[in-house]
Structures are given as structure tokens and as C-alpha cells.
């Protein structure tokens, strides 16, 4: 059973810092892994998605990394802004039923 | 296109009233899902459909109900509400099973007293 784990659970940086969220999961054989933004009270905005075949997708100030060996994903932020804050959530598909698998999500505040 | 809207937006019931969530999506997608979402639990898997006209249940399905009413419209019913089920419900879609981007809707707050 494909498990996701995403560190840290909150992470609260300075505007204008760098930084970067992970997601690790279980079971390499994936299709893809999706990056997700949700804001307070809010339904979920896809980000970034990477397919297996992929090494990186990039969104403007947003880059995701996909390391299938290794069972890791990270999500770069550049030049974070207070409007960045929310909760960032990955999800991994992967097995015959094609269900895609989250983790519990990183909480960030970027605070001025 | 509106995406994936999701009726109502807030919701309070008594224990054992039972109701339906509706959800449907406008970008033809072949696959769509029920997820509630609960603090500390993440994101838990009711329902989904891979296809019109097939239903599975997903990780949390005791107590609840779906159908798949035709390509766009797949809703979620409460039969006997328990206070269990307070939860915030998110309905998502997908263009097909694999190799696509998930689109969730605004979700349903649910509270049963």
C-alpha cells in the first residue's frame, strides 16, 4: 500500500526566503505525483503535475523535483511572499486502480 | 468553464436526517471522486468512479451512498447522518484514470449534531 509523508507539518520562513517542501512515498512504481495549494476553508488548486517519465515542471516561481528511486518529491518556492501562505499538499498515483494517494500536507506562513 | 461545483456549500444536519451532496464537473472527465477531509486525518477516500456507470468504495465508505447519475454528475447521500460524519466533503474529478491533473471542488462543510 503506497504511503505519502510529507515534512515538515508547518514551516513559518521570513518573505522573501527560498525554501523547499517534501514529499516521500513508499512504492516507486508511480504514474505520477501532483502538487496542491489549499487555502483556508477552500477546496484544493493543483500546482505543479509530474508525470513518471519526468524529472522536473516548472510554474513561475514554483519547481518540482520527482526522484523515483529514491521515493521523493520536492517543491522549490522562490522568493516566498505572505500570498504564499497556505497548506501544500502532494499526492501520489500509482497501482492498477489509479487512486491517487496524499499526504497530510506542510502548513506554511510567510510572514513579512 | 466552472470546473467542479459542489451543492450545498454548507450544510447542518440532526443525527439520523439523511441528505444528498451533489457534485458535477463541465470538463468531460471520465473519473470522480469523494474525499472528506478531517483535522489530523488528511484527505480519506469515500467513493470514486472510474468511469460512468461504475462505482468502488474507497478507504471510509461505511455509511455512505453514491451514484455516478451520468458523466457529470456524481452525488454522495447520508442515509442516517451520524455525528461522526461532521467532516468537510470535497468532490474531485479527473480526465481519466491516470496520466491527469485531479480538479476538486469548493467543498461542503457538514455538521451533524
Known amino acids: 500500500k503506497q504511503e505519502v509523508t510529507q515534512i515538515p507539518a508547518a514551516l513559518s520562513v521570513p518573505e522573501g526566503e527560498n525554501l523547499v517542501l517534501n514529499c516521500s512515498f513508499t512504492d516507486s512504481a508511480i504514474y505520477n505525483l501532483q502538487w496542491f495549494r489549499q487555502d483556508p476553508g477552500k477546496g484544493l488548486t493543483s500546482l505543479l503535475l509530474i508525470q513518471s517519465s519526468q524529472r522536473e515542471q516548472t510554474s513561475g516561481r514554483l519547481n518540482a523535483s520527482l526522484d523515483k528511486s529514491s521515493g521523493r518529491s520536492t517543491l522549490y518556492i522562490a522568493a516566498s511572499q505572505p500570498g504564499d501562505s497556505a497548506t501544500y499538499l502532494c499526492?501520489?498515483?500509482?497501482?492498477?486502480?489509479?487512486?491517487?494517494?496524499f499526504g497530510r500536507g506542510t502548513s506554511l506562513i510567510v510572514h513579512p | 468553464n466552472a470546473g467542479v461545483t459542489q451543492t450545498p456549500k454548507f450544510q447542518v444536519l440532526k443525527t439520523g436526517q439523511s441528505m444528498t451532496l451533489q457534485c458535477a464537473q463541465d470538463m468531460n472527465h471520465n473519473s470522480m471522486y469523494w474525499y472528506r477531509q478531517d483535522p489530523g486525518m488528511g484527505l480519506r477516500l469515500i467513493y470514486y468512479?472510474?468511469?460512468?456507470?461504475?462505482?468502488d468504495k474507497g478507504e471510509v465508505p461505511n455509511g455512505y451512498n453514491v451514484s455516478r447519475l451520468n458523466k457529470r454528475e456524481f452525488s454522495l447521500r447520508l442515509e442516517s447522518a451520524a455525528p461522526s460524519q461532521t467532516s468537510v466533503y470535497f468532490c474531485?474529478?479527473?480526465?481519466?484514470?491516470?496520466?491527469?491533473?485531479?480538479?476538486f471542488g469548493p467543498g461542503t462543510r457538514l455538521t451533524v449534531t
Open positions: 499526492a501520489v498515483t500509482s497501482g492498477g486502480s489509479y487512486i491517487p494517494t
Open positions: 474531485a474529478s479527473i480526465r481519466d484514470r491516470a496520466g491527469y491533473e485531479q480538479y
Open positions: 468512479s472510474a468511469s460512468e456507470g461504475t462505482t
